[in-house]
């Protein structure tokens, strides 16, 4: 399977962005898929996941109230609606997925990985 993430750009603090993640390939229908970061100098960190029912979400404290995710299994494609975005958001943002296990923090539990979209938020 392929992930392909898009949405990423240039955005002011306090404004919005939506991220997609395509997969191709075969469907993602059973998968449990996650949203990941990171930034210039820093180490890849935990965003958002959902199940593969979209029943259960988890969110890193950094983005919990702002972000959502969710998924749409007709288009194979997930998403990350980012509202009131910081500067601190700044990041290559990936997908990634996960075959069983349920929801997960871990980026090594993930089994494929998408090529990243930038988000730029001006101060």
């Known amino acids: 399977v392929q992930l392909q993430a898009s949405g990423g750009g240039l955005v002011q603090t306090g404004g919005s962005l939506r991220l997609s993640c395509a997969a191709s390939?075969?469907?993602?229908?059973?998968?449990?898929m996650g949203w990941f970061r990171q930034a210039p100098g820093k180490e890849r960190e935990f965003v958002a996941t959902?199940?593969?029912?979209?029943?259960?979400?988890l969110y890193a404290d950094s983005v919990k109230g702002r972000f959502t995710v969710s998924r749409e299994n007709v288009k194979n494609t997930v998403y990350l609606q980012m509202n009131s975005l910081k500067p601190e958001d700044t990041a290559v943002y990936y997908c990634?997925?996960?075959?069983?296990?349920?929801?997960?923090?871990?980026?090594?539990?993930?089994?494929?990985w998408g090529q990243g979209t930038l988000v730029t938020v001006s101060s």
């Open positions: 390939g075969r469907t993602i229908t059973n998968d449990n």
């Open positions: 990634a997925g996960r075959q069983g296990g349920g929801a997960s923090s871990r980026a090594p539990q993930y089994d494929y």
């Open positions: 959902i199940t593969w029912s979209g029943g259960t979400t």
